[in-house]
Every structure is written in C-alpha cells, then in structure tokens.
C-alpha cells in the first residue's frame, strides 16, 4: 500500500520581509529548510519544535536568501543543494542542479524548475507529493520579482512555465512578504478583477492582524496576480494594450510596477 506522504510545514518571518520555511517528515525525521536569511531564527525553530536539521535548498544567490547559509550548515550538519549556476557564487554548497532535476531528498521527489529573470540561476522548487512549490522571488503573491539579471522576456518565460508545470491546487511559497503592496499595485493594472479585489481585502484583513498572506495557491494567482495575466483580454484592454503579445503586456506591468 502506498501511504500519501504527509509534512508539517513551518513558515516564519526573518530579516525585514523575508520567510524561513522548515518541511518536516514526521515518520523520518526528515526536516528540510528553503533558503536561509537568517540561521538564529532557524534555530530557533528547529529548536521549538524538537527537530534536526537534514537539507537545505537554496532558490538563488542573493544575500538576503544564503546569509544564515554557513552557520546553518556548520551547526545542524545538513546537506546542501543549489543552482549549478551559482556553483562559483554560494559557498557551503554540496549538490548542484539544472532545470529539471528531479531529486530525492529523504523520502520527498523534489523538481527543480529553473525560472530565471530575477537571476540567472533562480531556482524554484516543487514537491508534487505534497502539492507544495517555492518560487524563490520569481513569483510572488499578486506579484513576481524584480528584474536584476535576466531580461523581460526571460521572467515572463519563467512565470509562463510555472503556471504550465505547477497544478491550479499547489500551495506556492516564496521569499518575501509583500503581497500587501503587491495587491495595491495590481488594482491599478486589474482593477474591476473581482477575484483580485477579495484577495487584496483578504490580505488587507491578514496583515492587520499580522498574519502572514503567504502561501498562496496557484489557482489563485492565476486569477488575480496581473502578471500572470498578461495575456488576460480584460489585463490588456485595462492598459489599453488589446492585441499586444503576452510578453509585451507582462513587460508594460513591469516596468510600472517598478516606476510604481
Ligand atoms: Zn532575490
């Protein structure tokens, strides 16, 4: 008999905006952390609730995602696994993948789906069994992430395959809180979506409760992120870009939102 494999998932806030997330396998003991802002509140984590530290996968090079890296690893002993294009960036690093890597990480099958456009060598990972992703800060919630390395056309690719690989019921996790700012931006690309105006109230009433808004689905995203929309004939009529390519219309938005 096949048992559906099950995870206790912990997200918690580190850095200004960042998330920790911690995936633990309660039969194993296997515990896995996604990126590693900052170790201490990892530790603490880790700590509250009894468990040790296995692997860590890492979404991209930036600093506010590999700073706790080190201490990390030199404290629990984990396992690492990165971006082979970051090989040279991230030190501590002791597995590489590429696109489409499909690897075993105690009993989990974890997919390796390279969205580049952030940086080059972004990472997000998806665990089908257990319908989770990490998108790293390619897509977040209402929104997807700033273009430092790539180029336009490269992050709509990105966005473009999520939505192709990833089911509608996929719980999405990603690196930062800003879907409040995020939702007030997208009203102004999608403002008469009403499936975007719940979502930006539901995040209205979460963060003044200080809740998290995260993780989304991707079912929900595809409703009301406008930039996984471009190609949306109310997104495009709305910027007056009826017509346009997809790729085109995803380019206006961004550059708005970072004019915004
Ligand atoms: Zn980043």
Redesign the pocket.
Known sequence: MTVAPSAEIRQFPCLSDNFGVLIHDPDNGTTIAIDVPDAAAYLDILAENGWKLTHILIT?H?W??VQGLSELKEKTGAHVTGPERSRQKITGMDKFVEDGDKILVGPFEVTAISTPG??LDQISWYFPALKIAHT??TLFSLGC?RI?EGDMEMMWASLEKLARILPEDTAIYC?HEYTESNAKFALTIDPNNAALKARAAEVETLRAAGKPTLPTTMAQELAANPFLRAADTGVQEALGMVGKSAGEVFAEIRTRKDNA
Do not use: R
């Open positions: 991209h930036h506010d995602h952030h940086t790293g800060d992430g430092f690196g």
